[in-house]
């Protein structure tokens, strides 16, 4: 499509998401702009609350299970190579116990009714909107265009039929984007020699993503295994001695968004310019009302990060 080749979609409606935010790559922008309504299921308390009447009470291990049972009782191993970032010995404290307490489809079941509830309270009136039926096709005919080869997370999760209702179909087809994108983006990192704690360091130094105190708490790295990753970041040039990339350090981020891009543009070139465009349009209020309903942590996104929240004013 001519139109997502450019700096913005080419229609007579909004570029495919805000420039000041997306920069010149639409495709990573569309999907920036989309993500909360997955991402918000890692955030709300209703998965929680669904697992844990499972048998699954601790939060890590309810993140493992929720995001892991698509793709059915795999080890840690698996687990680990998949979300790449986390440390694989904090995986194996989760996973396989967590198959133990509940089988992979309870789980997936159990995730569904946490993503309906949590929707339900933070989109209030506009789970019954015509908007977002209307997202929800799009999103879904977005998802059409998409393939499996060499994609084990998005696979899994395409695997899984479609809800019926339009919230819960958004939140499959969106879930499904994020996954298809995540998995080129890995593909991406190993590409640019870039370790899972290493992605992770390079990531929280862009300012746009986690806050550094957060993601090692998260993603079960110590404070020595953080420095030696900064240490061979700041030998390799791709930081300073400050911690903040080098010239070359933002190149190599930019050339991993770049080549993540590239293979992840079929859903939205089988979308379609001025349907991409008119998705953004329908989905930024959706997001506006997650953000201000307060779905995502203060504590948890770096400032510069789409999910940060902001004053209404600055919004």
Partial sequence: MAGLRSSAVASDRAPVTDPAR?????????????????????????????????????????????????MGAVGPGVVAATFYNFNP?????????????????????????????????????????????????????????????DRPLYAAHADLPFPDEPHLQLWHAVTLLREYRGDAHLHALLAAGLSGIEALVTHTATGRGFRVEFAQASRGWSPEQWGAAVGGLTARGVLDAGGAL??????????????????????WEHLGDAACGRLADLARPLVSRLSENGAFPDAVFAPGSDRARRPKEDA
């Fill in 22 to 70: 997306s920069g010149p790559d639409p495709v990573a922008g569309l999907t920036r702009l989309l993500e909360p309504l997955h991402s918000m299921i890692y955030f709300a308390p209703e998965p929680g609350e669904e697992l844990a009447e499972l048998g699954i009470e601790k939060q890590r291990s309810q993140y493992f299970a929720q995001r892991a049972a698509a």
């Fill in 89 to 149: 010995a904090l995986v194996a404290r989760s996973v396989p116990d967590v198959w133990s307490r509940a089988a992979p489809a309870t789980v997936v079941n159990a995730r569904l009714r946490a993503a309906d509830r949590a929707l339900r309270r933070l989109l209030g009136d506009a789970i019954d909107s015509r908007d977002l039926a209307e997202a929800a096709d799009l999103a879904r005919r977005a998802t059409e265009g998409a393939t499996p080869e």
């Fill in 246 to 267: 080098t010239p070359d350090g933002v190149r190599l981020r930019e050339s991993v968004e770049t080549e993540t891009s590239r293979t992840s543009r079929a859903p």
